[in-house]
């Protein structure tokens, strides 16, 4: 009976480990798309801002190299 309630509990840790870091992933690909959109709509803006005179071609380059990094973290 102890080794039945020992492994039962070892089979509790384990669900609740696997639960908990599924619950994580589930954060992380939330937080990542989250990320890749705020960095698609700072790129489109700063496009519109270029667009208009207020920004530089340098503003843009190192928008779309943010939105590419983020791509990446969320591929990830």
Do not use: H, P, Y
Not at 49 to 72: A, C, H, M, P, T
Request: net charge neutral; glycine share 2%.
């Amino acid at each position: 009976e102890l080794a039945l309630d020992l492994v039962n509990q070892e089979m509790t840790r384990e669900i609740t480990n696997a639960v908990r870091s599924l619950e994580i992933g589930v954060l992380r690909v939330k937080s990542a798309q989250l990320a890749r959109e705020l960095a698609e709509k700072r790129l489109s803006s700063e496009f519109m801002k270029f667009k208009v005179g207020e920004s530089r071609i340098r503003n843009i380059v190192d928008f779309q190299f943010d939105l590419n990094r983020v791509r990446i973290d969320e591929v990830s």
